[in-house]
């Protein structure tokens, strides 16, 4: 029903900074929420950010708090996560995400209904 498709990855700098977008299509599509997640090498994939697609509400995860922003674009159907001040922490497959739950937090995987297949990020020390 839906696709979602994600680029702007890349390897920069630690300090440096990356502006990640995921482009939403189908026919039938709409979300409530649209998050992304994060997977680095040997570990599970985590929580990064979402934002209520309607009403523009974000939510972040401890670890990117002042760092990363999370903003979309209605007319485009798109989601970015602008990132700055990286570190090599920040390494991993970027995946972006989309939810119908209303619920105004989700930060666990199971709450999503659509994923992308992904962009690496790699920040070097």
């Known amino acids: 029903q839906v696709q979602l498709v994600e680029s702007g990855g890349g390897l920069v700098q630690a300090g440096g900074s990356l502006r990640l977008s995921c482009a939403a299509s189908g026919r039938t599509f709409s979300s409530y929420v649209m998050a992304w997640f994060r997977q680095a090498p040997g570990k599970e994939r985590e929580f990064v950010a979402h934002i209520r697609f309607s009403g523009g509400n974000t939510y972040y995860a401890d670890s990117v708090k002042g760092r990363f922003t999370i903003s979309r674009d209605f007319a485009k159907n798109t989601v970015y996560l602008q990132m700055s001040s990286l570190k090599p922490e920040d390494t991993a497959v970027y995946y972006c995400?989309?939810?119908?739950?209303?619920?105004?937090?989700?930060?666990?995987?199971?709450?999503?209904?659509?994923w992308g297949q992904g962009t690496q990020v790699t920040v070097s020390s």
């Open positions: 995400a989309a939810s119908y739950s209303p619920a105004m937090i989700q930060i666990t995987r199971d709450r999503y209904d659509y």
